[in-house]
């Protein structure tokens, strides 16, 4: 019996899925919401995540699930607090979760811990990544074996505080009509634990190859990074934030620049919007979560998932959650 459109688990609150097939099996690398009765905010303070719970099923009819805690934030030195979207990846007969949180000055950065187990327990590296800033960490493991991180998220990601590279803390509002900001792109080192190249800015280009405007909030790079490749080539995908919608976009190489595609999702009961796609037993899946379960709660959500059609040539249908 299929489970699509309904929660995986509802025993906790779980959000921001990054699904990934290792070994035959689906696993879903969620944040972990915790339960509390604290006002909702541009910045972010109703999402008070401490710990990642990995899910898994042995095929999509199957139960899913929690294999427990894998990494907690206590473990985790160079953390203060709100551990927030992870991702995952494998390599050389390691498993690697990347996750973004605080550093003790506040400032969001992004820690890498290992496995021998895709479903942990995982151990952290004692420092953040060099380099990194913002949230929502994607991780691309090419067909070469190169790796490469995909992230960064505006208003409480911290996004627009990087523009320069250098860490601003109240830096001029983003013009209009100046190009948007697209996610932050870096490669990673052979052993997945730091940056390669220093990390850059992705452009995000519209039909005509011109930059996305920061205006254009109905396109424009908000937050939640995801790459998957389809016929050789790259494909971004991401939320627009306040619009609330999942949109993609098309490239040539892992860097982009990428050529904005169109919808894959119309908005999802809460505020928020974040997602994975992922690939089984040839067909086309979509992660994605919502806060149906509670009613509306922000940072009470749950998720969820159903099969996207994509043509040959690229394109992914758009779908309505609830129809």
């Avoid at 001029?172 to 900001?181: C, F, N, Q, R, Y």
Wanted: with cysteine.
């Amino acid at each position: 019996m299929s489970k699509q459109r309904v929660p995986l688990v509802t025993h906790i609150f779980t959000a921001d899925p990054s699904a990934h097939v290792f070994n035959d099996k689906l696993y879903i690398y969620p944040s972990h919401d915790l339960a509390h009765d604290g006002e909702d905010n541009d910045n972010g303070d109703e999402y008070q995540m401490e710990d990642y719970h990995i899910l898994s099923m042995d095929n999509l009819d199957a139960e899913c699930v929690d294999n427990g805690e894998a990494l907690n934030m206590r473990d985790v030195p160079w953390v203060s607090n709100q551990m927030w979207a992870p991702d995952a990846a494998y390599k050389d007969g390691k498993y690697y979760l990347y996750f973004p949180a605080r550093d003790k000055d506040g400032i969001f950065r992004l820690g890498v811990a290992v496995s021998d187990s895709p479903v942990g327990p995982f151990q952290p590296e004692p420092n953040y990544i060099e380099g990194s800033f913002s949230i929502d960490p994607a991780v691309l493991v090419d067909d070469d074996g190169k790796a490469y991180c995909y992230n960064g998220g505006l208003w409480g990601g911290q996004l627009e505080k990087w523009q320069t590279f250098s860490y601003i803390e109240n830096p001029e509002e983003i013009p209009a009509d100046a190009p948007a900001l697209g996610p932050v792109f870096a490669q990673l080192t052979e052993d997945m634990k730091g940056f390669a190249t220093k990390p850059q800015f992705i452009q995000i280009l519209d039909e005509n190859g011109e930059p996305i405007k920061a205006g254009d909030e109905e396109r424009r790079y908000f937050e939640g990074p995801w790459v998957h490749k389809f016929n050789g080539k790259y494909y971004l995908s991401y939320s627009t934030g306040t619009t609330h919608y999942i949109v993609y976009a098309e490239g040539d190489k892992p860097e982009g620049p990428f050529t904005y595609k169109g919808r894959i999702l119309e908005p999802v009961i809460g505020w928020t919007t974040h997602h994975s796609i992922v690939e089984y037993h040839g067909k086309w899946y979509l992660f994605y979560h919502d806060c149906e379960l509670s009613g509306g709660i922000n940072h009470r959500r749950t998720v969820k998932y159903l099969e996207l059609q994509i043509d040959e040539d690229g394109t992914i249908h758009t779908v309505d959650p609830y129809k």
